[in-house]
């Protein structure tokens, strides 16, 4: 059912839009945990809504953003519902990150998890033309562009008469403290959109030291008094003894034999290194993945503690502020679900990088 327009939450402080004159307010569909919408109010852009068919976004999402949370499928949503969530008279901003989906769970006898396709960009270009926002941005992994829906998508919102601008985004150079690179989409109907220049440069990355060298030492399968969500998995007795010999960037190849896993012995295994490593204090991490919490599943070890990084760990590496709330207080923390939800979300510091970049060509084009 459509919520009601009076039951929208609008609790953040108004948003300065074009020449700081017009309102602009956002929805963010595939909102996830909150890591895009958090960014765009850092930046003051009021965030109206998020929308995804997660359950357990609810909490982490209301919580740490006062924005509204939609549980629904995209798919089935109208742009009219959304449209709800606009105070007439705003710039209306649609952004969000449609996930890469398993190509189908009913294929038999194949490994279908790293098959993938967007055809969520479908309904995400669907409610674009819609709901006619003035400007539309999209997060995505780089790969995107390969792909026959990214074009179609594109050209799409060319089609219904938007400047479309993209970038591929080298995360450290706007200060997140991660070698991730992500595509960056605008689309304006004032024209094109330009991503601000980078804030940072190699000399002053931000690194794994910067991020989360003051957090208090916890040992494997341990979490700390103080935040729940800083707590390590266990270790076993092998995997104890392998992180033990690893050092920091280094590889399992360092590893005396014994510790070297069948599958890194045969030729094909010794060439994938980049599992079972541990991170660097003076480099950014590597890219924080929904798996970041295992020592075996990436390099996601602890430059000096004997574990893997902790889900606080990964949370600051993907800059959410060191409060942010994931699960309700005394709720159980699970590795699976909240590794999902921080590996999956937009850095915060990408989002406001985002948010600056509308807000300048806002301010720019006095459309
Ligand atoms: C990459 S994550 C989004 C991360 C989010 N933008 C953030 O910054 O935290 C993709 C999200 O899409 C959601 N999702 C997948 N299919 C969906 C659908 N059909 N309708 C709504 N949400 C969907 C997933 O639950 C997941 O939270």
Same mark, same amino acid.
């Given at each position: ?8 939450i609008a609790t953040q402080p108004a948003a300065a839009g074009r020449n700081g004159e017009t309102p602009l307010s956002a929805v963010d569909l595939f909102c996830g945990t909150g890591g895009l919408t ?45 449209? *709800? ?46 709901? @006619? ?10 790969? *995107? ?27 450290? /150079? ?8 992500? *595509? ?12 601000? %220049?980078?804030?940072? @440069?190699?000399?002053? +990355? ?16 341990? %979490?700390?008094?103080?935040? $729940? ?65 295992? +020592? ?8 000096? /503690? ?10 600051? *590496? ?10 309700? $207080? ?18 915060? /510091?990408?989002? /406001? ?15």
């Amino acid at each position: 059912m459509p919520a009601s327009p009076d039951r929208i939450i609008a609790t953040q402080p108004a948003a300065a839009g074009r020449n700081g004159e017009t309102p602009l307010s956002a929805v963010d569909l595939f909102c996830g945990t909150g890591g895009l919408t958090h960014g765009l109010i850092k930046e003051g852009i009021r965030v109206n809504a998020g929308i995804d068919l997660d359950p357990s976004c609810r909490y982490p999402y209301e919580h740490n953003n006062r924005s509204r949370f939609i549980e629904r499928d995209i798919n089935l949503l109208s742009g009219e519902e959304i449209l *709800l969530y606009y105070p007439v008279g705003d710039i209306k901003l649609l952004v969000g990150c449609a996930p890469c989906q398993p190509f189908s769970t009913y294929t038999q006898g194949r490994d279908t998890r790293t098959d993938c396709k967007w055809g969520l960009l479908n309904s995400f270009s669907r409610l674009v033309d819609e709901v @006619s926002p003035q400007i539309v941005s999209m997060e995505n992994v780089p790969q *995107l562009e390969k792909h026959d829906v990214y074009d179609l998508f594109v050209s799409r919102l060319k089609n219904l008469g938007y400047d479309v601008t993209s970038y591929r985004v080298y995360c450290p /150079q706007y200060g997140i403290p991660q070698t991730r690179t992500r *595509l960056v989409l605008f689309a304006s109907i004032y024209g094109p959109i330009n991503l601000i %220049s980078p804030t940072h @440069s190699t000399n002053d +990355f931000l690194t794994v030291r910067d991020a989360i060298y003051h957090l208090e030492p916890i040992a494997a399968g341990e %979490s700390s008094k103080h935040d $729940p969500l800083h707590r390590a998995s266990a270790l076993s007795t092998l995997n104890l003894r392998r992180m033990r010999a690893s050092r920091p960037g280094g590889t399992w190849r360092d590893w005396n034999k014994a510790l070297v896993a069948t599958c890194h012995k045969t030729t094909r295994g010794t060439t994938y290194p980049s599992v079972y490593g541990r991170m660097e204090w003076d480099k950014p991490a590597p890219t924080v993945t929904t798996q970041c919490h295992g +020592f075996g599943n990436g390099r996601f070890g602890h430059p000096e /503690q004997d574990r893997a990084i902790s889900l606080r760990e990964a949370a600051l *590496l993907q800059t959410f502020p060191e409060d942010y709330a994931f699960v309700e $207080p005394d709720a159980r923390v699970t590795f699976a679900q909240i590794g999902r939800l921080i590996g999956n979300a937009v850095p915060v /510091q990408l989002a /406001q990088t985002i948010a600056r970049s509308i807000l300048n060509h806002l301010e720019r084009h006095d459309a």
